[in-house]
């Protein structure tokens, strides 16, 4: 027997344990989507498993506005990396865009938010360096600490008295430090205690990074994020956000001091070594910046309202069932009702808290939530 065929027959057998467990993951087939709905199977459900916080994605009338306003001025493909010969205006033009509204030095752009998480966390400390990161941050976040050179402890979740500790027991063993969160938590819909952070940061002399991921296009007055709604952009030194969810486009950035920034596009792998987004994906992206998210604070006000009443404090809700085969069927039951939910399993959450995730979009109305959330308690 070949060492391929044994290396498969492995593999099999895990595959097959996943199945058994309820863990095992496959691309879903889907048709069309169009807004707050999605099309699977022949049938027209509400999506509450998408990052379309706005409704931007998927919106022909918007596409068409926006192919209309640029004409044939961009093209489809980079054909090369940033830092050879895949920049053009544009490219400059949404990062001076970014680094305007937040009011920093400069910004940098990222394929995805998994790009910029990952190139930041490996490159922005090293030997003899550290890295304090919440437990439950993304594993974008992990990935990246893993690839780093630094020490790194992740302290109990949104724990700040716990953070305190560990900076007091593990600071001055070392040369840089750094401290990282998510604002918004993707799979519990919390939120970190920002202002808690940004003090422990100047206390303990930390770098302070924020990844605002769920909140960037959501939360404060022309959507900057949960820094923007507590007035403390100013003191955190790297902001991180995507416009993959609530912009309905595709990419990361980086804000902050200049000196960051380049470091990070001198050291950040995942930057330096990937092929930059096409140019009209950079246009688009910039277009909803300036065009429709100055347009969107009642309706965002009123999801995260939603999200509120409903027990959460962001537009996420998390419906914790704790089995991996109870969730799939819950979500099932959901399915047959109208609504499509997937199944967040291990390791994307601990062991015994698999869970729904519900996510609102602009265009839920509070008694479609309240009607899934009906259904998913009544499996429990």
Not at 2 to 25: C, G, P, V
Not at 263 to 282: E, G, V
Request: include cysteine; glycine fraction near 6%; aromatic fraction near 10%.
């Amino acid at each position: 027997m070949s060492y391929i065929t044994i290396m498969l027959e492995n593999f099999t057998k895990q595959l097959d344990s996943l199945k058994i467990a309820s863990h095992f993951r496959e691309i879903k087939d889907f048709s069309k989507k169009d807004e707050k709905y999605i099309y699977f199977n022949d049938k027209k459900l509400i999506n509450l498993s998408s990052n379309n916080y706005l409704g931007f994605a998927d919106n022909k009338d918007l596409t068409d506005e926006f192919l209309n306003s640029i004409g044939a001025e961009y093209s489809f493909g980079s054909a090369s990396a940033r830092l050879l010969t895949g920049s053009l205006p544009v490219y400059n033009e949404l990062e001076n865009l970014l680094s305007q509204l937040f009011n920093k030095d400069k910004a940098l752009l990222f394929n995805s938010g998994y790009h910029a998480n990952v190139g930041i966390n490996s490159s922005i400390a090293g030997k003899g360096d550290v890295i304090f990161s919440d437990k439950l941050n993304h594993a974008s976040i992990i990935d990246g600490m893993r690839l780093s050179e630094s020490k790194f402890f992740r302290y109990p979740h949104n724990n700040m008295e716990a953070l305190e500790k560990l900076l007091v027991r593990e600071r001055n063993n070392f040369k840089n430090a750094v401290i990282v969160s998510e604002s918004v938590f993707s799979m519990d819909g919390d939120i970190a205690d920002l202002e808690k952070l940004v003090e422990l940061k100047e206390k303990f002399n930390c770098i302070l990074i924020l990844d605002e991921a769920h909140a960037f296009g959501v939360f404060g007055q022309i959507g900057l994020g949960v820094c923007e709604t507590l007035g403390i952009i100013d003191k955190v030194d790297l902001i991180v956000g995507t416009f993959g969810k609530a912009i309905g486009s595709m990419g990361a950035f980086a804000v902050g001091n200049k000196t960051l920034i380049d470091y990070l596009t001198n050291k950040a792998r995942s930057f330096i070594f990937s092929t930059a987004l096409p140019p009209i994906n950079i246009a688009f992206t910039k277009w909803i910046i300036e065009n429709k998210l100055p347009k969107t604070y009642e309706k965002r006000m009123q999801m995260l309202s939603i999200g509120k009443k409903a027990g959460s404090d962001s537009h996420i809700i998390p419906i914790v069932i704790g089995g991996n085969k109870e969730t799939v069927e819950t979500c099932e039951i959901l399915y047959q009702n109208g609504y499509f939910t997937l199944p967040i399993r291990p390791p994307t959450v601990p062991e015994g808290t698999s869970r729904l995730r519900l996510s609102l979009t602009t265009e839920i109305t509070e008694q479609e939530l309240n009607n899934a959330i009906s259904l998913a308690k009544q499996t429990k």
